[in-house]
């Protein structure tokens, strides 16, 4: 069993950056691809981020493309987001996953683990 945990949400003020951290627990992680999603209150999960199991394909959520960065090391079996310029609309419980597969994805039903998440709380 593949056990995912978030670290580094908290509350920032607008502007502000956070970086999120996702430690894997199984070697296994380094071959597949990895995600970042996030679920506002009273709205449904959505993609935010993924990347390939080498790093070499990456993939964004428009609203934050050019604020946040994915990137893993697989040699510490770590994902992470770096999450630049941050907005109110940005507060969320974040999600990292595991993919079924090798590819970066933005398709839910491709990732098999899920982390328990993290909040995020950005403030006006």
């Known amino acids: 069993q593949v056990q995912l945990v978030e670290s580094g949400g908290g509350l920032v003020p607008a502007g502000n950056s956070l970086t999120l951290s996702c430690v894997c627990s199984?070697?296994?992680?380094?071959?597949?691809?990895m995600g970042w999603f996030r679920q506002a209150p009273g709205k449904e999960r959505e993609f935010v981020a993924s990347?390939?199991?080498?790093?070499?394909?990456?993939s964004y959520l428009d609203s934050v493309k050019g604020r946040f960065t994915i990137s893993r090391d697989n040699a510490k079996g770590m994902l992470y987001l770096q999450m630049n310029s941050l907005e109110p609309e940005d507060t969320a419980v974040y999600y990292c996953a595991a993919s079924r597969s090798a590819a970066a994805t933005g398709s839910q039903d491709m990732y098999r683990y899920w982390g328990q998440g993290t909040q995020v709380t950005v403030s006006s």
């Open positions: 990347i390939s199991w080498n790093s070499g394909t990456t």
């Open positions: 199984r070697r296994t992680c380094s071959n597949n691809g």
